[in-house]
């Protein structure tokens, strides 16, 4: 289980605590407008790993939801690296994780569990400087899932890039999944997560999360054969 780390200074990013619920439509939006203008995607993430502290919730949400129309958006290879570094960590290989995880975020800075992990392998090597600014970045971008919905249904469910994420909003709200069933809802996928409170374990209640952009826009890609035309 990957360990956590609240850094004090980092509350400020409440400000960007509006609720901004998100329906599928608005996410294919944010796709058409990646996939209309070239340098929109490459100029949020610039910003974005400079730790700019003043990109809206707008651009955040580009940042997090477009990655999955860019070419090559594969969260199921984003696992299998991410738990390659972790290896490495586990081995007291950091630096080698370090430079794994680096590299894996210039091709695909929206990802959470490598900003995450960056960050905690920061403060693990006793760099506080980037410690905090590793933190920032993760918080920054983890607020756009955490706004997207309240996961209390379909209509509400909070909208994922990656599965991965569940357990991050989650743990953001200080929930601990317990099961989870994988359901159809008017065309689209999602997962019901039943979780308990961090400090209750007897207080659940179930969660929607809206998973369309990892199953159908990464796995389902990644398997499709190439059509030979006929």
């Known amino acids: ?9 980092l509350l400020s990013l409440a400000a960007l605590a509006l609720k901004a619920q998100l329906s599928f439509a608005n996410v294919l939006a944010i796709g058409e407008r990646v996939t209309a203008d070239s340098a929109l995607y490459p ?36 696992a299998r690296i991410i738990e390659a570094a972790d290896a490495l960590s586990r081995r007291n290989r950091h630096y080698e994780s370090m430079t794994l995880l ?18 905690y392998l ?17 918080f920054q971008l983890l607020e756009v899932p955490v706004q997207s ?24 709200l200080n929930y601990v999944a317990l099961r989870e069933s994988l ?16 400090e209750n374990l ?10 369309e952009l990892p199953l159908h826009y990464g796995k389902q890609k990644n398997v499709e054969k190439p059509s030979d035309g006929n």
């Open 1 to 9: 289980m990957h360990r956590y780390i609240v850094i004090t200074a």
């Open 43 to 78: 100029a949020i993430a610039s910003r974005f790993a400079e730790g700019d502290s003043t990109l809206s919730l707008e651009d955040l949400q580009v940042l997090y939801y477009g990655s999955a129309f860019l070419p090559g958006f594969d969260p199921y290879r984003e």
């Open 102 to 119: 680096d590299n894996f975020l210039k091709r695909n800075p929206a990802s959470l569990r490598a900003l995450l992990d960056k960050a």
């Open 122 to 138: 920061s403060w693990v090597i006793n760099d506080s400087l980037h410690t905090e600014e590793n933190y920032f970045r993760y």
């Open 149 to 172: 919905g309240n996961g209390d249904g379909f209509e509400t469910a909070f909208v994922l890039r990656s599965e991965q994420d569940e357990e991050l909003v989650l743990n953001k």
């Open 183 to 198: 359901v159809k809802n008017k065309g689209l996928t999602y997962h019901i997560v039943t979780a308990a409170e961090d």
């Open 202 to 211: 007897d207080k659940r209640r179930q969660f929607y999360f809206l998973i």
